[in-house]
């Protein structure tokens, strides 16, 4: 946010100039919804991702901050040491979660019973943490398949992840943090523009997912895969992706475990085990070379 007084940028949610200390006047957003009645007029606040009128995905203004710039209307993408990353947008919602029926036989006990959970808006990678990102924040890289920096980061633990992201927030002044795992499976799932599939974006599992099928048993680079109809990449197989949660056994039980929750099969996998709602566990400081991370803000 620009000062008019003395044309300093400042963050997009100051209040205050940086500089001079002039109060800023708050910089609204409009709708860029053609069909929506409030198109085009500057009412929406700077943090709004979504218009409240028709729900549509705005971007706003464009930052001049080098950490941080608006390229698209439901896409953010940050840069950290010269490495840039995409974040999307994700309008909440109420959804089924678990065992729903396209799943079928292959649900395991541990996906029951389906249920319905609400998230709030928020926002997640567009891919998997890549190995490029990881060495950018922690200045190595733990991957046990390197060869191509565009690989996702494999061999790291849910306690690496926490110092992977506190270092990444250090750095660009955000909140990253590990999605819930009710977030990730309403992401996998397509979100509010979910179209009912078996796997991350389609009920062809070749199409979306690196498993044991098709990976000849070894990570590939992100986006060489379908994206599911959020525009998200690899939620079905390649990487293991740590969530937030602690472990429960099933959706009935509570979540006391020690162990962490992780999400969206691997490489390693049958096509079983790369389901929207397949979900396992692991203690938090197991380095395996299937366990990778995806950031959510």
């Known amino acids: 946010m620009k000062c008019k007084i003395c044309n300093t940028e400042n963050r997009d949610t100051a209040k205050f100039c940086n500089e001079c200390g002039a109060k800023l006047e708050p910089q609204l957003k409009s709708c860029t919804n053609e069909d929506c ?5 500057a009412i929406l606040p700077a943090e709004a991702k979504f218009c ?10 464009v930052s001049n901050n080098n950490e941080r710039n608006v390229v698209a209307m439901d896409k953010e993408v940050f840069t950290v040491e010269g490495v840039s990353f995409t974040m999307i947008a994700v309008q909440g919602g109420t959804y ?31 891919t998997p943490v890549t190995q490029e990102l990881w060495q950018a924040v922690m200045g190595s890289n733990p991957s046990s398949f390197k060869g191509d920096m565009q690989r996702p980061v494999d061999s790291v633990s849910w306690n ?15 909140n990253f943090r590990l999605p819930t795992e009710a977030e ?13 599939c078996k796997y991350a974006g389609s009920n062809d599992v070749d199409a979306v997912a690196w498993y044991n099928g098709n990976s000849n048993r070894t990570t590939h680079p992100v986006k060489t895969k379908q994206p599911n109809e959020l525009g998200i990449y690899d939620m079905s197989g390649n990487v293991y992706e740590w969530c937030q949660d602690k472990w429960c056994r099933d959706y009935n039980s509570p979540r006391d475990s020690g162990g962490r929750v992780l999400r969206g099969g691997t490489w390693f996998d049958d096509a079983r085990d790369v389901r ?22």
């Open 276 to 297: 929207v709602s397949y979900r396992d566990h692991f203690a938090p400081g197991y380095r395996l070379d299937f366990n990778g991370l995806r950031l959510a803000l």
């Open 96 to 126: 089924t979660m678990g065992a729903t029926s396209e799943q079928g036989s292959d649900a395991w006990d541990d996906e029951k019973p389906a249920h319905k959970e609400t998230v709030s808006d928020f926002m997640i990678g567009e």
């Open 184 to 196: 990730w499976e309403y992401t996998a799932r397509g979100g509010n523009r979910s179209k009912g």
């Open 52 to 61: 409240p009128r028709c729900g549509y995905a705005i971007g706003g203004y």
């Open 37 to 41: 009645p409030d198109y085009g007029k």
């Open 160 to 174: 690496d992840c926490q110092t992977f992201i506190r270092k990444l927030n250090q750095l660009t002044g955000q």
